[in-house]
């Protein structure tokens, strides 16, 4: 009989101890440890790598450029430390941002801010070419390195470039970056942002670009002074076809738009030439719009709605040149050639138009029309007969033209003369005014008094230093070009004169205004006093000493002024609503020449501008 086998007994299962308490809290703080020790690590390198915050990127106000318009709102000049002017995209071309896109990082709406494809190639090429030639930069690095990080080209910079790129992507969206990119980017002849450039490059908005304009700028980014369409025209193409093709193969243009565009040639502005033409006029504005708000346009970031009429200005720099260049011609060649002044006003507002203080804004800026201060000559004697007629004188009011004495406080004689050095005998009011003869001008202001000349005087706006004898019925008194024209504002505007300005408004970018120019008008003589004076100007023209300005359209009158060894030459008239003074001279107060006098130098300039800026 088979002898059974006796089974082993089973192995006991061994049986795992539970966690106590105490073990859990054990491995917990371990954990803690680890992770604190971890994340003090980290922060140390951080604080090491000295990782600004994204609060300038996330709260996007950068200082804005101040832009000063003409009269039809066309910017003319731009303020700024950077000339930026900040747009939303709905205010840019539709293709514009894609354009840039396509252009530097093609990748844009997939990555989180960092392209690791493009950073691997670039570090491929880089070990290559033992540089940093190439840092395969996304448009969101561009943007933390463009406002966060400082310009140099290391890898602790990268490092710190990425880590800020990650955290934008996460905070901002797509749209919120790009706009940041395309408002901030230098993008060369000193334009930061899209909107700065289409008007530097195109005088355009950004929103009114065309494909061609747009792919040039898009190019720009890598390289603005190498690409500039301005300077290297021939680069600047090469580059814009390679931006139509990476629209075209992105597919956000096709390939027939691409070649279209390409073939079209841009119009571009030199922004410079037209700083030149119009300089002494933005001069002017710029020191009195600093005044208004108290401090820097650098930074205020406002627009500046002008006066300027561009077109005037143009008109009058041209007249003004050619002008002097006559008188240098009649008088020994160029070497000898004066300076000039313009001043242009519309209506009896006090609108000024344009203002040209020299020949050449670049070469010589000092301002003539309103800094230079010079014998205003016979140009004042409107002033004189104006305070004889509201003394009750009237236009046919005969004074006799005979040799004077006069003595003066110090006991002097003083004998003035005519310009031609004859004496006409007994001439009215008017004749005396309309072939500016002296001595009749010193007895009329010698019978209305010193006193109310000045008072009247005053009341035009003229706030020089006026002597306090009969000299200044000839005119012996320094006074500026702008000064002067304007003080002719109450014979066309019934006897009203009203502040000349060159500022209408001034306004912030988000529109709201802070300065609006309101005239003040005040009266400086009777209506019917001005219509006087007004018909005595217009027979200067017609007969007068002012024959040379004949022929302009409408209404016309004026007055010459020379001052003593013929210095100076004035001509100061009006056109129906215009009124316009000229004045020729040199800076080193010599004469202009034996032949040269108000009409035969400064006329001819007025007559040559009112009648190509004539409506």
């Not at 000299?471 to 006897?495: H, K, R, W």
């Not at 004045?583 to 108000?598: A, T």
Request: aromatic share 8%; net charge positive.
């Amino acid at each position: 009989m088979a002898v059974a086998k006796k089974k082993k007994p089973a192995s006991p299962t061994k049986r795992r101890k539970p966690l106590n308490e105490r073990h859990i809290i054990g491995f917990m703080f371990g954990v803690g440890i680890v992770l604190t020790m971890f994340l003090g690590v980290m922060l140390l390198v951080l604080e090491q790598l000295n990782i600004p915050g994204i609060r300038d990127v996330s709260q996007y106000s950068p200082p804005q450029a101040t832009l000063i318009l003409d009269r039809h709102g066309t910017v003319v000049d731009r303020v700024a430390e950077q000339n930026r002017i900040v747009v939303g995209l709905d205010k840019m071309a539709p293709l514009l941002p894609k354009a840039f896109v396509a252009a530097e990082d093609g990748r844009f709406y997939e990555h989180p801010g960092l392209d690791f494809f493009s950073v691997l190639r670039a570090l491929i090429n880089n070990i290559r070419q033992g540089g940093k030639s190439q840092g395969g930069s996304t448009i969101t690095q561009q943007v933390a390195k463009g406002l966060l990080l400082s310009p140099e080209k290391t890898y602790l910079r990268k490092f710190k470039e990425a880590i800020l790129a990650w955290r934008i992507d996460r905070q901002l969206t797509k749209n919120e970056i790009i706009y940041i990119y395309l408002n901030h980017i230098y993008l060369g002849e000193g334009a930061y942002g899209v909107e700065a450039a289409a008007l530097t490059y195109f005088d355009k908005h950004a929103s009114e670009l065309n494909l061609g304009e747009i792919a040039l700028l898009a190019g720009l980014p890598q390289a603005p002074s190498r690409y500039s369409p301005i300077d290297h025209f021939d680069r600047a193409h090469q580059r814009q076809r390679y931006v139509l093709n990476r629209m075209a193969a992105d597919g956000y243009i096709s390939e027939s738009e691409a070649k279209a565009a390409y073939h079209i040639a841009p119009k571009l502005v030199r922004s410079q030439e037209s700083r030149k033409v119009n300089g002494y006029y933005l001069q002017v504005v710029r020191k009195r719009a600093e005044k208004m708000i108290g401090g820097s346009l650098n930074t205020a970031g406002l627009k500046i709605h002008t006066n300027l009429d561009q077109r005037a200005q143009r008109e009058g720099q041209r007249a003004v040149r050619t002008g002097v260049a006559a008188v240098a011609a009649r008088n020994g060649g160029e070497k000898g050639a004066p300076e000039a002044a313009l001043v242009a006003l519309d209506g009896c507002g006090g609108r000024v138009r344009a203002l040209i203080g020299g020949t050449d804004f670049s070469t010589t800026p000092f301002n003539r029309a309103v800094q230079a201060k010079r014998p205003a000559g016979s140009v004042f004697k409107p002033l004189v007969y104006s305070a004889a007629l509201e003394k009750g004188w009237a236009t046919d009011t005969i004074i006799v033209d005979e040799p004077l004495s006069i003595k003066g406080a110090d006991g002097r004689s003083w004998q003035p003369k005519n310009f031609s050095g004859n004496n006409y005998g007994p001439v009215s009011l008017s004749r005396a005014l309309v072939y500016s003869y002296n001595i009749p001008a010193v007895k009329a202001m010698q019978k209305t008094g010193v006193q109310p000349v000045h008072q009247l005087a005053r009341r035009a706006g003229i706030s020089t230093d006026l002597p306090p004898d009969l000299s200044l019925a000839l005119g012996a008194v320094d006074v500026s070009p702008l000064e002067m024209s304007a003080a002719y504002l109450p014979f066309i505007c019934d006897g009203i004169y009203t502040l000349p300005t060159l500022i209408g408004s001034i306004t912030t970018h988000a529109g709201e205004t802070i300065y609006r120019h309101q005239p003040k008008p005040s009266t400086v003589m009777s209506s019917a006093s001005a219509v006087r004076m007004k018909a005595m100007l217009q027979k200067v023209i017609e007969r007068g000493t002012g024959k040379r300005a004949q022929g302009v359209p409408g209404i016309s009158g004026g007055k010459t002024g020379t001052s003593d060894d013929n210095r100076d030459a004035w001509f100061i008239g009006f056109q129906n609503q215009r009124i316009t003074g000229v004045w020729v001279g040199h800076d080193r107060n010599q004469s202009l020449g034996r032949s040269e006098n108000g009409g035969r130098t400064a006329a001819p300039i007025w007559r040559d501008y009112m009648i190509s800026t004539g409506n």
